[in-house]
T-cell receptor
Framework: DTGVSQDPRHKITKRGQNVTFRCDPI?????LYWYRQTLGQGPEFLTY????????KSRLLSDRFSAERPKGSFSTLEIQRTEQGDSAMYLC?????????????FGPGTRLTVL | AQSVTQPDIHITVSEGASLELRCNYSYGATPYLFWYVQSPGQGLQLLLKYFSGDTLVQGIKGFEAEFKRSQSSFNLRKPSVHWSDAAEYFC????????????FGKGTRLSVIA
């Protein structure tokens, strides 16, 4: 399968614990995005990378959140000291940086439940 | 600021009936528009996109959408709905200048009845 993969698919944690999610993009894609989706809402942008450089972070990304993309391949999203409000689906997408049009391919998401 | 409005939270149609899902966007320049579909527990799958050219775009699974600049709309249509089309549909807008984060609407949930 050459699509975007995410691990784990589901994560249940207790409030105050740290969690880390992984995203493996399509291999030739140089752009990688993280979105968060809560119930009844569309995905909301968190952050994105071009290769290993983090280009933008949204206001949704509090100090407890950190994302990395070492070597421009896979990416990790870490949430420290989780809160119940962090419960959501975390979606990863990747795209190829091309002029004249692009498409973001999404992974299946990681569903986080904070108890 | 970019925004997308999907006025219908939930739509129910009979199998075989036609479908139109509404999408209005706010964007300061030429938009890059998408429709994605999400089945329960799944990621988003691209149905179609508009970048430039013909304002009527064809997508997968028999869907089409029409870009109307004067109405800031990009409505999704299908002439005959199948039960397997039941899902959540999201309209999104991006920058025409290149790869940027997408701004999504809140989605429209489609139910299909026999």
């Amino acid at each position: 399968d050459t699509g975007v993969s995410q691990d784990p698919r589901h994560k249940i944690t207790k409030r105050g614990q740290n969690v880390t999610f992984r995203c493996d993009p399509i291999s030739e894609h140089n752009r990688l995005y993280w979105y968060r989706q809560t119930l009844g809402q569309g995905p909301e942008f968190l952050t994105y990378f071009q290769n290993e450089a983090q280009l933008e972070k949204s206001r949704l990304l509090s100090d407890r959140f950190s994302a990395e993309r070492p070597k421009g391949s896979f990416s990790t999203l870490e949430i420290q000291r989780t809160e119940q409000g962090d419960s959501a689906m975390y979606l990863c997408a990747s795209s190829l940086d091309l002029a004249g049009g692009h498409e973001q391919f999404f992974g299946p998401g990681t569903r986080l439940t904070v108890l | 600021a970019q925004s997308v409005t999907q006025p219908d939270i939930h739509i129910t149609v009979s199998e075989g009936a036609s479908l139109e899902l509404r999408c209005n966007y706010s964007y300061g320049a030429t938009p890059y528009l998408f429709w994605y579909v999400q089945s329960p527990g799944q990621g988003l799958q691209l149905l179609l996109k508009y970048f430039s050219g013909d304002t009527l775009v064809q997508g997968i699974k028999g869907f089409e959408a029409e870009f109307k600049r004067s109405q800031s709309s990009f409505n999704l249509r299908k002439p005959s709905v199948h039960w397997s089309d039941a899902a959540e549909y999201f309209c999104a807008v991006g920058s025409h200048s290149g790869n940027t984060p997408l701004v999504f609407g809140k989605g429209t949930r489609l139910s299909v009845i026999a």
